[in-house]
Nanobody, 115 residues
Framework: QDQLVESGGGLVQPGGSLRLSCTVS????????VGWYRQAPGNERELVAS???????HFAGSVKGRFTISRDNAKNTVYLQMDSLQSEDTGVYYC?????????WGQGTQVTVSS
Protein backbone atom coordinates (compact mmCIF):
# COMPACT_ATOMS: atom_id res chain seq x y z
CA GLN A 1 0.00 0.00 0.00
CA ASP A 2 1.17 3.49 -0.82
CA GLN A 3 -0.07 4.65 2.58
CA LEU A 4 1.49 5.25 5.96
CA VAL A 5 -0.09 4.27 9.28
CA GLU A 6 -0.02 6.92 11.99
CA SER A 7 -1.41 7.21 15.50
CA GLY A 8 -1.05 9.11 18.76
CA GLY A 9 -3.35 12.09 18.43
CA GLY A 10 -5.89 13.11 21.02
CA LEU A 11 -7.13 15.79 23.38
CA VAL A 12 -4.63 17.38 25.75
CA GLN A 13 -4.57 20.44 27.98
CA PRO A 14 -2.20 23.33 27.33
CA GLY A 15 1.27 22.41 28.54
CA GLY A 16 0.68 18.72 27.98
CA SER A 17 2.41 16.24 25.71
CA LEU A 18 1.59 13.81 22.93
CA ARG A 19 3.69 11.36 20.96
CA LEU A 20 2.80 10.63 17.35
CA SER A 21 4.06 7.60 15.47
CA CYS A 22 4.19 6.83 11.77
CA THR A 23 5.06 3.45 10.31
CA VAL A 24 5.95 2.80 6.68
CA SER A 25 5.30 -0.52 4.95
CA UNK A 26 8.81 -0.74 3.49
CA UNK A 27 12.36 0.03 4.49
CA UNK A 28 12.40 3.56 5.84
CA UNK A 29 15.66 4.20 4.00
CA UNK A 30 13.81 3.91 0.70
CA UNK A 31 12.79 7.51 1.45
CA UNK A 32 14.90 10.63 1.50
CA UNK A 33 12.72 12.43 4.04
CA VAL A 34 10.02 11.47 6.55
CA GLY A 35 8.02 13.77 8.78
CA TRP A 36 4.73 15.55 9.49
CA TYR A 37 2.63 18.28 8.03
CA ARG A 38 -0.28 19.78 9.92
CA GLN A 39 -3.39 21.69 8.91
CA ALA A 40 -5.77 23.77 10.99
CA PRO A 41 -9.14 25.03 9.75
CA GLY A 42 -8.66 28.05 7.51
CA ASN A 43 -4.90 27.54 7.26
CA GLU A 44 -2.66 26.01 4.63
CA ARG A 45 -0.93 22.74 5.32
CA GLU A 46 2.51 23.45 6.79
CA LEU A 47 5.60 21.36 7.36
CA VAL A 48 6.09 20.79 11.09
CA ALA A 49 9.12 18.51 11.32
CA SER A 50 11.19 16.16 9.20
CA UNK A 51 14.18 13.87 9.35
CA UNK A 52 16.20 12.97 6.28
CA UNK A 53 18.10 9.87 5.30
CA UNK A 54 21.25 11.21 6.95
CA UNK A 55 19.48 11.91 10.23
CA UNK A 56 19.32 15.67 9.76
CA UNK A 57 16.20 17.19 11.33
CA HIS A 58 14.12 20.25 10.53
CA PHE A 59 11.47 22.02 12.60
CA ALA A 60 9.08 24.83 11.92
CA GLY A 61 10.01 27.94 13.87
CA SER A 62 6.82 27.79 15.91
CA VAL A 63 7.68 24.37 17.37
CA LYS A 64 11.45 24.61 17.85
CA GLY A 65 12.43 23.70 21.38
CA ARG A 66 9.11 21.94 22.02
CA PHE A 67 8.97 19.14 19.42
CA THR A 68 11.49 16.42 18.67
CA ILE A 69 11.56 13.90 15.84
CA SER A 70 13.29 10.54 15.85
CA ARG A 71 13.15 7.17 14.09
CA ASP A 72 13.44 3.51 14.92
CA ASN A 73 15.03 2.02 11.83
CA ALA A 74 14.35 -1.59 12.83
CA LYS A 75 10.63 -0.81 13.12
CA ASN A 76 10.48 1.46 10.06
CA THR A 77 8.82 3.99 12.34
CA VAL A 78 9.27 7.70 12.97
CA TYR A 79 8.12 9.48 16.13
CA LEU A 80 7.13 13.06 16.85
CA GLN A 81 7.35 13.96 20.53
CA MET A 82 5.31 17.09 21.22
CA ASP A 83 5.84 18.83 24.55
CA SER A 84 4.53 22.10 26.00
CA LEU A 85 1.60 21.97 23.63
CA GLN A 86 -0.31 25.16 22.92
CA SER A 87 -3.76 25.82 21.52
CA GLU A 88 -2.07 26.98 18.30
CA ASP A 89 -0.80 23.42 17.79
CA THR A 90 -4.35 22.18 17.25
CA GLY A 91 -4.92 20.60 13.86
CA VAL A 92 -4.80 17.44 11.82
CA TYR A 93 -1.29 16.00 11.58
CA TYR A 94 -0.35 14.05 8.45
CA CYS A 95 2.84 12.04 8.29
CA UNK A 96 4.59 11.77 4.95
CA UNK A 97 7.48 9.97 3.31
CA UNK A 98 9.20 11.32 0.22
CA UNK A 99 11.56 9.97 -2.39
CA UNK A 100 12.12 12.01 -5.56
CA UNK A 101 8.62 12.88 -6.85
CA UNK A 102 6.92 10.20 -4.75
CA UNK A 103 4.96 11.28 -1.68
CA UNK A 104 3.20 8.78 0.57
CA TRP A 105 0.76 10.01 3.21
CA GLY A 106 -0.77 8.87 6.45
CA GLN A 107 -4.49 9.08 7.09
CA GLY A 108 -4.14 11.99 9.50
CA THR A 109 -4.55 12.17 13.26
CA GLN A 110 -6.36 14.93 15.17
CA VAL A 111 -4.48 16.87 17.83
CA THR A 112 -6.61 19.14 20.00
CA VAL A 113 -5.09 21.34 22.71
CA SER A 114 -7.79 22.82 24.90
CA SER A 115 -8.87 23.30 28.49
Amino acid sequence: QDQLVESGGGLVQPGGSLRLSCTVSENIFNFNSVGWYRQAPGNERELVASINIGGITHFAGSVKGRFTISRDNAKNTVYLQMDSLQSEDTGVYYCYANQLSRYSWGQGTQVTVSS
